[in-house]
C-alpha cells in the first residue's frame, strides 16, 4: 500500500513530486471498492501543490477536484468513463449544507425580490451525434413581457443558479449577453458576444456575485441606468451536449 503525491501540467501521465507531503491512514479494498483516509497540510508549500483555502462562504467558489482510477498496479491512462470531477467545500460548517441551500438563504431569504428563468425546452438531443451545441436567445424585453421583469426600477441580477434535470448528457453551459436587443438570428455569429456566465460539469450548481454587487438588468425609470453602465438587453444561452 502506497500513496504517491503526484502533479500534472499537461494531458499525460503524473510526475512524482520531489516533496512528499500526503500521508496515508488507512485503507480498505473489497466489494470491488477501495477507500482510504489521507491527511497532508493545508499549505505545504510545495509549487507543485495547490493550497486548501477557505472555501466557506457562498461568495467563493468551492474546491475543483477531480478523480480517475483503473485496475491496475501502474498508472495508465484511465479511459474515457473512469473519472469523475467536482467540487468540494473543504471548509464548510457541515456536509450536509448544500452550495443549493446556502443560495436559497442568501437570495430567496435574504432580499431577493424575484428571479427570471432561461430554459431549453423540449428538445430532443440527436442521438446520432457524439457531441451537439444547441442555443436559445432571449430579450429582456421578452422577460418582461413574459416572466413580469420589472422595468419601472433599476433591477439587478445578483446570481444564477442551474437547474440541471435530467442533465445527465450535459457538459456545459455558457451565457452571453448584448447591449444590443435586435438580432437577426439566434446563432453564435449574429447574437450576443459578451460571457456572463459559464458552468462546466462539476461545477457548484450555483453562482453569486459579493455582497452589494449587481448586474443592471433593467431600468426604464427616469434615472434609465445613467452611471450604472451599460445595461444587458439580449442574451443567448448555449448549452454544450455530449451522448
Known amino acids: ?20 507531503d500526503w500521508t496515508l491512514l488507512s485503507s480498505i479494498a473489497e466489494d470491488g471498492m ?21 472555501d466557506s462562504s457562498l461568495f467563493k467558489e468551492g474546491t475543483k477536484i477531480i478523480a480517475a482510477w483503473g485496475d491496475t498496479e501502474e498508472m495508465h491512462y484511465h479511459g474515457p468513463n473512469n473519472r469523475l470531477q467536482g467540487e468540494v467545500r473543504f471548509h464548510a460548517d457541515s456536509s450536509s449544507v448544500r452550495d443549493e441551500d446556502m ?3 442568501i437570495v430567496h431569504k435574504g432580499g ?4 427570471i428563468s432561461l430554459r431549453m425546452n423540449n428538445f430532443t438531443v440527436p442521438h446520432a451525434w457524439e457531441t451537439w451545441y444547441e442555443w436559445k436567445c432571449v430579450t429582456v424585453a421578452d422577460l418582461v413581457r413574459e416572466q ?31 447591449t444590443q436587443e435586435s438580432y437577426s438570428k439566434c446563432d453564435p455569429w ?20 459579493p455582497e452589494n454587487i449587481g448586474m443592471l438588468l433593467a431600468d426604464e425609470s427616469e434615472r434609465g441606468g445613467k452611471g450604472l453602465g451599460m445595461r444587458p438587453k439580449s442574451f443567448r444561452l448555449e448549452l454544450h451536449y455530449e451522448n
Request: aromatic share 12%.
Open 190 to 209: 449574429h447574437s450576443a458576444t459578451s460571457m456572463m456566465l459559464i458552468w462546466n460539469k462539476g461545477q457548484s450548481k450555483t453562482f453569486l456575485f
Open 103 to 105: 443560495f436559497d438563504d
Open 34 to 54: 477501495i477507500m482510504f483516509e489521507a491527511e497532508r497540510d493545508l499549505d505545504t508549500g510545495d509549487p507543485m501543490d495547490w493550497p486548501f483555502e477557505d
Open 112 to 115: 431577493g425580490e424575484g428571479s
Open 148 to 178: 413580469g421583469l420589472p422595468n419601472d426600477k433599476p433591477v439587478h441580477l445578483i446570481g444564477f443558479e442551474m437547474d440541471l434535470d435530467p442533465g445527465i448528457l450535459l457538459h456545459h453551459i455558457v451565457l452571453y449577453y448584448d
Open 1 to 20: 500500500k502506497k500513496l504517491l503525491d503526484a502533479h500534472s501540467v499537461a494531458y499525460g501521465r503524473p510526475k512524482i513530486d520531489k516533496q512528499q
